[in-house]
């Protein structure tokens, strides 16, 4: 038998931040995101081929003949698993019913602005959403924050939808993840699918932490150590971590975009892997609440190494932690909490 | 046993014809479709979910550096199908050895350019690649062309290419077979999974034909004709068949940008289908040279219905043909017929 539809919101779904709206005018979009993913949620990349899907699009006015542009392409495209498409600019009737929500807009940070004044844009952007979200989504709806700062807008977002549970809330950084599984792939000259279980930790930052101390390669002759294969520490320690941690400003010095299918691709992944479970063995890198594991601050949304069962995700315990990797784990918690009083000072 | 790899090669790959690159000076990108095109590859959503593929990217030289970042994001998606990725400006190492080609890169028609100015540009870019195919893919490489005018390219390829068998090129009118299925579920309220068999007849212009009088819709009943459901042959002599021939200039309008998601989704399609095989009882519409079927002028690429199988394509021979049908059939023949002859005087 057919499987319900399920109902996935994506903000900032018209996604042409180069279009002329957004040329002239400082908004919601960022960028080709939204546009990227919502092919891959309507061909079933997302939840899987057997999964009919109904996608909520939302964006802002000034985007909303954009908007319809996506919604006719979405019909033109004749996606079998596609059973509806909504396309307003309302966040109530975007908001209902949803059982996935992917939160794509947000407001970028442009040249010439304080850091104070975008956060205070994305507070109030994402309180509103947050009550949307609170009073008409389905009562299990997961959220996943992409638009920065990530983990600071989830955070925002949890506490304006107090009803929402913590465990429903999360924020990317599988893209970072998969940014450093494919660095490690490159340098190894091994296929990408056997490189697993690397970490990004902290923020979605330029202060992330990406960590292949745990992580392996599966090999003809079992699973080998990636700090033993690489064979060189301080590669490791420097230009593979900054190589990732500044990954989105060289793809944007390539493109004059930012990460778009890359991105997309992650919070399918993401989605995936939240609601259909992680491989046995295996984990992957969610921003999530901190429950004060591996000593970061409970109360933060921190990207920890977690694994995926029935729709849960859970924090990897009993990671050792050398002390190199301990100081990097505590500047990206640092500079959370630092976002997250900034965050405060501009609600009140 | 997991399978060889198959090499796919997509010119037009950077895709940002919104680029300052672009902005400044006319070249072969043709907007996004080659951005939204290669991850739907990657992830399998072209040769399915067991098919491991190498991507072969071609753009111009001033888009050399996008399309290194668009390489970049590749890697970072960490995709486990993807085993290898060319990017490139040399036509001969985008062609070597590949089993698919995907022409999106073209010279697109811009405000005050004369018709014949483009063609000339087209023909300049396919007489290369042509050559190029011919000599380094795979012995059996099968050719989508998509970039405008789509028949007409196809067909210089062709005569530029005289080794690879005329079976093997086709280009797209899948998207305008999309949006017509789109457009008459839209219209009956149904799944547009239910309907089927509605052919594009002609050139992937504004003279196409799209026709519904053999198409159906699945029900619990049973299969019904469309033209019964619908049951309004006025609206489907007119504005179903504008809204179909104009659609992409509706998205032009409504986006600011053309189609790239549905065109994208659509080439994955025709080459699915053309590879894997069309389900019993279903054909779709794809172009390809003409044998006579229907009166149409052999020696033309002209879109048709067709079932494919094996690798094959075989043209839907016998379906009667009304005098309505007949005239618009023979009007976009026509003006193949005068493209081609255009595009001869271009070579000359």
Known sequence: MAKDPIRILVTGAAGNSFSLITLISYFLLIGQIGYALVPMIARGVMLGPDQPVILHMLDIEPAMEALNGVKMELIDAAFPLLKGVVATTDAVEACKDVDIAIMVGGFPRKE???????????????????????KHAAPNCKVLVVANPANTNALILKEFAPSIPEKNISCLTRLDHNRALGQISERLNVDVSYVKNVIIWGNHSSTQYPDVNHATVITGSGEKSVKELVADDQWLKTEFITTV???????????KLSSALSAASAACDHIRDWVLGTPKGTWVS???????????????????????????????????????SREKMDATANELIEEKSLAHSCVN
């Open 286 to 324: 969610m921003g999530v609440y901190s429950d004060g594991s591996y000593g970061i601050p409970s109360g933060l949304i921190y990207s920890f190494p977690v694994t995926c069962e029935k729709g849960e995700w859970s924090i990897v315990k009993g990671l050792k932690i050398d002390e190199f």
């Open 245 to 255: 941690q500044q990954r989105g400003a060289a793809i944007i010095k390539a493109r």
């Open 112 to 134: 010439g602005m304080e850091r104070k004044d975008v956060m205070s844009k994305n507070v109030s952007i994402y309180k509103a959403q947050a009550s949307a979200l609170e």
